[in-house]
């Protein structure tokens, strides 16, 4: 299928036989590099039926990021699943890891390129007060679905507070929590900012799947204010439909997909994101 005029198209190094066309549909998909659940705007090649996600298309081959400070991520292709004898997982969202992800071999820190776009502080109704921070795991309980957070989270220090990246943006209200009364005097509006930039607005080079190593002018690998999505089940219930659905918590790796492309449509519940 030959392009239109003014599409754009990619090579990349996940499918090197063929340019990538980007297209824009309600079809959903399995993204060839990551191996996680999409939909809407991709690159693909018609021909083999191989579909890559757009941040996975033009995303740098190495990262700066907040979420491993001490040094650069460095963007690695895992092989099948059949030549290998370890699993991996995401460090921040716990998922299981196939195809593209970034990785710190020193720290054996790895994660999901889609789950490098989460915003490092967000707002929340539950928390008016202040910033939450995404920060690693460790015990503490979910302040919407009051259970237990196993995986990084977004958390006050100062007020206790505490959410799953699953339930950032689960309708709520301050009335809702119950361990600090100063919540009775927080507002139950937010103010919506103006949507952040699509992806790739930052590039004009789309070889390899890589920007040109100056693209990015800021102290972290991806233009902040991209993240959270819209969940609104419960982290229990979440985690039984994983594993009914098998192949590694597909389902969770859709809702971490849908929480960049919400905050790129300006799609705004309980948070602000970027502050």
Not at 45 to 55: A, K, Q, R, S, T
Not at 247 to 254: I, L, N, S, V, Y
Not at 256 to 267: E, S, W
Request: hydrophobic share 30%.
């Amino acid at each position: 299928m030959a392009p239109l005029h003014g599409q754009k198209t990619i090579h990349h190094f996940t499918h090197p036989n063929h340019k990538l066309l980007e297209i824009n549909d309600d079809n959903e998909y399995l993204c060839g590099g990551c191996k996680t659940p999409g939909s809407s705007k991709r690159f693909r090649c018609h021909g083999c039926d191989f579909d890559l996600h757009e941040y996975c298309g033009i995303c740098p081959m190495t990262l700066s990021s907040f979420m491993h400070p001490q040094h650069q991520l460095n963007l690695v292709n895992r092989i099948p699943q059949a030549t290998r004898q370890n699993a991996r997982s995401c460090d921040v969202c716990g998922d299981s890891i196939e195809g593209l992800f970034y990785r710190c071999k020193l720290c054996e820190f790895d994660v999901h390129p889609v789950c490098t776009q989460l915003p490092q502080q967000v707002r929340h109704v539950l928390d008016a007060a202040h910033p939450l921070t995404l920060q690693p795991f460790s015990s503490a309980w979910c302040m919407v679905c009051r259970n237990e957070c196993t995986s990084w989270r977004y958390r006050c220090g100062i007020c206790g507070v505490d959410i799953h990246l699953e339930c950032l943006l689960t309708p709520c209200d301050h009335a809702s929590r119950s361990t600090s009364s100063s919540s009775t005097t927080r507002s139950r509006s937010v103010p919506q900012p103006a949507a952040p930039p699509a992806f790739g607005a930052h590039y004009a080079n789309y070889n390899y799947g890589a920007p040109p190593l100056g693209a990015y002018n800021y102290a972290y690998g991806v233009p902040y204010g991209f993240g959270p999505y819209n969940s609104v089940m419960s982290h229990q219930q979440q985690q039984g439909n994983e594993q009914q659905a098998g192949g590694g918590g597909g389902r969770f790796r859709r809702r971490m997909f849908k929480i960049v492309g919400n905050i790129a449509l300006g799609v705004f519940t309980n948070a602000v994101f970027g502050v």
